[in-house]
């Protein structure tokens, strides 16, 4: 979700549709098979080869499978964001707002970003990354 503005300003660049098509389908995946109720972003996600169905979720660079790896948050944040700005889609607007509501809701008494919100308090792994994406 990061890139994903590389595809949309192909298509403003070379008039060409295509990518911001590819934009808007991997965002509508994203939508809906990476971001859980809550707001947390998965990080990986298998799908069938056959069907496109999703299968299952890996942890990936988070503390463990399930939690939510702060910097694939914010990733997702700005991919959605961006998607929003460049297709006026109000469902795009509305996961940014979701995601970030989780983010800023899990954000440290101490105002410190971790790898995972749900990593153990010690030894204690700090994102720099991920805070200045999300600021």
């Not at 995946?29 to 990080?43: E, K, M």
């Not at 694939?72 to 469902?91: C, D, E, N, P």
Request: net charge negative; proline share 7%.
């Amino acid at each position: 979700m990061f890139n994903i503005p590389l595809l949309y300003w192909a298509s403003e660049e070379t008039k060409d549709p295509r990518f911001a098509g590819i934009a808007v389908r991997h965002a509508d995946t994203v939508l809906a098979n990476f971001i859980r109720p809550d707001g947390s972003v998965r990080h990986i996600v298998e799908f069938d080869p056959a069907t496109g169905a999703f299968v299952r979720d890996y942890g990936g660079q988070g503390y463990a499978q399930g939690p939510s790896w702060t910097r694939g948050q914010t990733w997702a944040l700005y991919g959605f964001v961006m998607s929003f700005k460049h297709t006026g889609s109000v469902r795009y607007l509305a996961a940014a707002q979701k995601v970030a509501e989780y983010f800023i809701r899990h954000i440290p008494a101490d105002g410190r970003i971790p790898v995972d919100f749900c990593q153990p308090a010690e030894p204690f792994y700090q994102d720099d990354i991920a805070a200045a994406v999300a600021a």
